[in-house]
């Protein structure tokens, strides 16, 4: 959360030699984050980052303490001037016990837990009286809109103190009965706010009713319309209540009602506080409104002094062993003194207790932070020197492997693509599953990222296509390597990591690539085969436009002892689609091949072209069937396919001779015979 | 003619001595007809080839040197990938194991083991994606991490709770925002060390290698108090301005590039107890070191790169993506 300071008004608490930019950059180094400094009405003023722990500096005199000592740090004389703590002597009743106004009845109905300090009193105004010239300025430089001058003074003291408070017009919660009692609402009550707004409660807010159970205020958070001050508003009841931070935080929350109170009372403000703001709201009510205390002051504090008296102990040690490096007892007891956190030296302990409004300070590390930031970050060494003890990979990824395969898609010409992971409904129908199956974001963005994708495929051609005809290429091939996101009902189960891959290469050279990829990881035999939809796994059936065929890929490791489905196909017309399974990929991938002892001999390598009639099983099978017609068959190749003929290159290699061209004349005839007899295949030319 | 003198006649052709018809012609006179037939053919390719290439323009004198280069189609590494390589090898040079922990993941892990219960307004900070599962309806705690922190209780736990922990865990997180500094899906990565013995002087020694490494030797680190709840010490990290190193000035004029000096770039601090106790690790006896930030950022602020919206790099427009 962030806060403005105005300078002039922050040097009402700080006396400091530091100017504006010394103060921003001294700040930023050991405690809350001075974002800008910016000129508004020709003054400074500082934009801070306060983090949401440190609500104690969420305020104009908290953050001037935080400076005082860490500029004091720094060389510079610094003081905090902390004239607020010593109204409440001075404050006194105005009237005679007789015309002393009666305070409205006050019922706790959520004990004290929820309830931990209310804090009021009447006071007599004069309507007519406007903002004083410096509070409205001050007001505006904070960005804060200005009013009547009972609404801007509540403002102005949770500005300057930190703890937000209420003016409710005294007589309109008389006239509602006279009585505030606290309570849970139930559901479905109707309230409208001071700004108009019309409300209903989801059940379990903390509200104030009246005798009739209507309610009279969001307490902590925003006032109702029918309780607030308005500009004929002769007596206030100024109040201000301390409240759970958990049950704050809830009715902000469930009625979306963001206000500066909520966000500082859902922070666990401090009780104590209260009463200092009260006083200053008080003394300011008095003179800048003309007025009058008429009323006792109501004071409920069921805790009392008991509230946090916190103590920590913290061992000495722990300050070296965050530190790394060891400070000096009387060093570190100056900074923890600084700070007002009162110390005992216990022997081998520290004991520290801690202020109220400290409540962040909680655990030994707390003080150990305090601290090393007031003796300076900066002022600490920077090493890596501890023992180098990498810890195993997860065998379920390669990193390296996916950069080289990266690199290695590049050199085939494929652009890699990243793509949101949360698809629109139309691309989640194309997906792998019926939508309803599908997992889907509760809280959308935006209309087009609303399914978790079930497939890289869909998404990834809706980029081809936008992008082929944009680029005017004959020929585009994309990839991207992600996560896919079938439903079960265990979390680490759902995500699966996927290569997509979408080209409109020609089909052989398309299969070039893949096992040239596959290949460089010593993975062998790919194989595809077409698969009628009822054959493929659900996960893989893919509902892809113009989808005219699906095919699975297997693939062998580089012994030949594990076989895997490494992915699946989907051809649509002139693209090819191909989603892969990097898991799969990762088991049978290795570093290294089998490798083949050369033989000495030469290989005798011949085309043979045939006229293929039928063309049963696919070229693929012929071929095997060729290769295993003799030992003596080392490799065959396609090497050309005009029309019905279609030419392989075969090579004869023995290991043990050098074989002769007489002696590959029986295999030939064999290899024609066969494609006669079983394929009805005619040999071009002759034997 | 012997299949060995056709051979040394088609030699000659190659070089250019004999025609290539001759060749042709007296393939009928050799009495290894296959043979010769392949001889031909090999011979009658490579001069095809050779005819290919000189009209391309191989071998030709090159007359203007200022021609262009010929129009070859590319493929593209996409600038993240990029920049997660880099900074996986950064990090495995002082002993950090990358690792990828899930995106999609439960309440527990990205906010709850994190020292951040169900109801602490700390969560507000990340604008989370919430997440329906039809396969288990019941499960309403599924989110979309919204920070790659959620793989440090991941990784301790992985680890069987037996430090030591050097883990960088980089990948894709999600939060509900949009505009030129944010898009709804980034990549962020986190860094854990977990050890005897581990200190603010190492978290700060590991940031200036990566200050160094990834933006230049003059480059450095900083850290500034900040508050996370899974941290205790939480601290902001900036790195120095390599245009001003740290100074906000040029001269006597303001750095246009970083305004004061630093560039903040994300987050770190000692783990809190908490935390390492949810992972299983005992803190009285360990201590650890954290630290994240997103890619997009720590990638555009590199010296000289000029890309000022992240939206870029999920449009994918090849025109963008050409260019890395």
């Not at chain 1, 309610?215 to 001050?229: C, H, M, Q, R």
């Not at chain 1, 049950?247 to 403000?269: D, P, Y």
């Not at chain 2, 854990?192 to 200190?199: A, G, M, P, S, Y």
Request: aromatic share 8%; charged share 30%; with cysteine.
């Amino acid at each position: 959360m962030n806060i403005l300071i105005v300078n002039s008004w922050l040097r009402e608490y700080l006396k400091t030699t530091a100017n504006m930019e010394e103060i921003k950059e001294k700040l930023s180094l050991c405690g809350p984050s001075v974002e800008r400094v910016e000129e508004v009405e020709g003054e400074e003023v500082l934009d801070i980052e306060i983090t949401t722990n440190r609500v104690d500096s969420m305020s104009v005199r908290g953050l001037a303490r935080e400076a005082a000592v860490i500029l004091n740090q720094f060389g510079f004389k610094s003081k905090l001037v902390d004239e607020a703590s010593e109204i409440k002597g001075k404050l006194k009743l105005a009237v005679n016990e007789r015309e002393k106004m009666e305070l409205p009845k006050i019922t706790d109905g959520v004990g004290e837990e929820v309830l931990r300090r209310i804090i009021c009193a009447v006071v007599e105004v004069k309507p007519e009286v406007a903002t004083s010239e410096k509070m409205a300025r001050r007001l505006r430089q904070v960005g804060e809109n200005v009013h009547t001058a009972v609404v801007d003074i509540t403002n102005y003291v949770t500005y300057e103190l930190g703890h937000p408070c209420h003016a409710f017009d005294y007589d309109k919660v008389m006239e509602l009965g006279g009585e505030i009692i606290v309570a849970q609402a139930e559901a479905g009550k109707k309230f409208t706010t001071l700004d108009g707004e019309e409300h209903l409660t989801v059940g379990g807010e903390i509200v104030f009713l009246n005798p009739k159970g209507e309610i009279i205020d969001l307490p902590a958070i925003k006032g109702t319309a029918n309780t607030a001050v308005d500009e004929k508003t002769k007596r206030v009841l100024f109040w201000l209540e301390n409240l759970s931070p958990e049950k704050v935080r809830f009715g902000s929350m469930s009625q979306a009602i963001r206000t500066l109170a909520a966000v500082i009372n859902e922070k666990n403000v401090d009780p104590f506080l209260a009463e200092e703001t009260f006083y200053r709201g008080l003394e300011l009510l008095i003179s800048d409104c003309e007025g009058k205390l008429v009323s006792e002051i109501y004071d409920y504090f069921p805790y009392g002094e008991d509230w946090r008296a916190a103590e920590i102990k913290v061992e000495w040690g722990l300050f070296g062993r965050y530190l790394g490096i060891e400070l000096e007892k009387k060093e570190i007891l100056k900074i923890l003194g600084d700070l007002k956190l009162e110390c005992s030296d216990k022997g081998k302990e520290l004991l520290v207790k801690v202020p109220s409004y400290r409540a962040d300070l909680n655990i030994p590390v707390d003080i150990v932070e305090e601290v090393a930031r007031i003796y300076g970050y900066h002022n600490l060494p920077s090493k890596v020197d501890y023992a180098v003890n990498p810890t195993m990979k997860q065998p379920e990824f390669d990193f390296a492997l996916e950069n080289a395969m990266k690199n290695y898609l590049t050199g085939l010409k494929y652009w890699e693509i990243y793509q949101y992971s949360m698809v629109s409904e139309e691309l989640a129908a194309q997906g792998s599953l019926p939508i309803k199956r599908q997992l889907k974001l509760r809280n959308e963005l935006t209309s087009d990222h609303v399914y978790m994708r079930t497939s890289l495929i869909p998404s990834l051609t809706e980029v081809w296509i936008q992008n082929i005809t944009k680029q005017g290429k004959q020929e585009l091939s994309i990839y991207e390597m992600a996560q896919v996101y079938i439903p079960k009902a265990q979390v680490d189960k759902i995500q699966s990591y996927k290569l997509g891959m979408v080209s409109n290469k020609p089909y052989r050279e398309w299969r070039a690539d893949l096992e040239e990829l596959l290949g460089r990881f010593f993975i062998k035999n790919v194989e595809l085969k077409s698969l009628a939809e009822e054959e493929i796994p659900e996960k893989a059936r893919l509902n892809l436009d113009g989808l005219s065929q699906m095919a699975v890929i297997t693939a062998e490791n580089a012994r030949g002892e594990e076989k895997k489905v490494v992915g699946y196909l989907y051809e649509m017309g002139e693209v090819l689609a191909a989603e892969l399974e990097m898991g799969a990929i990762v088991e049978l991938a290795g570093t290294f091949p089998v490798y083949q002892p050369l033989s000495p001999y030469s290989a005798i390598i011949e085309d043979l072209t045939f006229k293929l009639g039928k063309n049963e099983g696919g070229v693929g099978r012929i071929m095997e069937r060729i290769e295993k017609l003799s030992e003596l068959i080392g490799r065959v190749e396609l090497k050309d396919i005009y029309e019905q003929n279609y030419t392989w290159t075969i090579s004869y290699l023995s290991r043990e001779k050098q074989l002769e061209t007489a002696e590959i004349a029986p295999i030939r005839k064999e290899i024609v015979e066969m494609m006669e007899r079983e394929l009805g295949a005619e040999l071009v030319g002759k034997l | 003619m012997t299949i060995g003198e056709y051979q040394s006649l088609a030699a000659e052709v190659l070089a250019g001595k004999e025609k290539i018809a001759v060749l042709q012609s007296r393939l009928r006179e050799v009495e290894d007809k296959r043979e010769a037939g392949r001889v031909f053919n090999e011979v009658k390719k490579e001069l095809e080839e050779r005819e290919a290439r000189k009209e391309k323009g191989a071998a030709t004198p090159i007359n203007d040197v200022t021609l262009p280069a010929a129009k070859r189609d590319k493929g593209h590494k996409h600038p993240i990938s990029q920049a997660m390589e880099e900074i996986e090898r950064i990090f495995a040079q002082i002993g950090f194991v990358r690792v990828r922990h899930p995106e999609l993941d439960t309440d527990y892990f990205a906010f709850e083991s994190l020292n951040m219960p169900p109801t602490h307004p700390a969560r507000d900070e990340w604008e989370t994606f919430f997440v329906d599962n039809p396969d288990a309806p019941e499960q309403k705690n599924l989110v979309l991490t919204p920070h790659t922190t959620n793989g440090d209780v991941r990784e301790m736990l992985r680890l069987k709770s037996q430090p030591p922990v050097r883990m960088i865990n980089i990948g894709r997180c999600y939060r509900r925002q949009q505009d030129a500094t944010h898009t709804q899906m980034f990549h962020q990565f986190d860094g854990l060390v977990i050890d005897k013995d581990i200190n603010i002087t190492h978290l700060k020694g590991v940031l200036d290698h990566f200050a160094r490494e990834f933006y230049g030797p003059d480059v450095r680190s900083r850290i500034r108090p900040f508050h996370f709840q899974f941290t205790e010490p939480s601290f902001e990290i900036d790195f120095s301005c390599h245009l001003c190193h740290g100074t906000g000035k040029i001269g006597e004029t303001k750095c246009r590039f970083c305004k004061s000096g630093w560039h903040e770039v994300g987050g770190a601090g000692m783990i809190h107890p908490n935390v390492l106790r949810a992972g299983g690790i005992d803190p009285d006896v360990y201590s650890g070191l954290a630290f994240g930030w997103g890619i997009e950022r720590t990638y555009t602020l590199k010296s000289g790169l000029n890309i000022d919206d992240i939206r870029q790099f999920y449009t994918n427009n090849l025109d963008f993506l050409g260019q890395f």
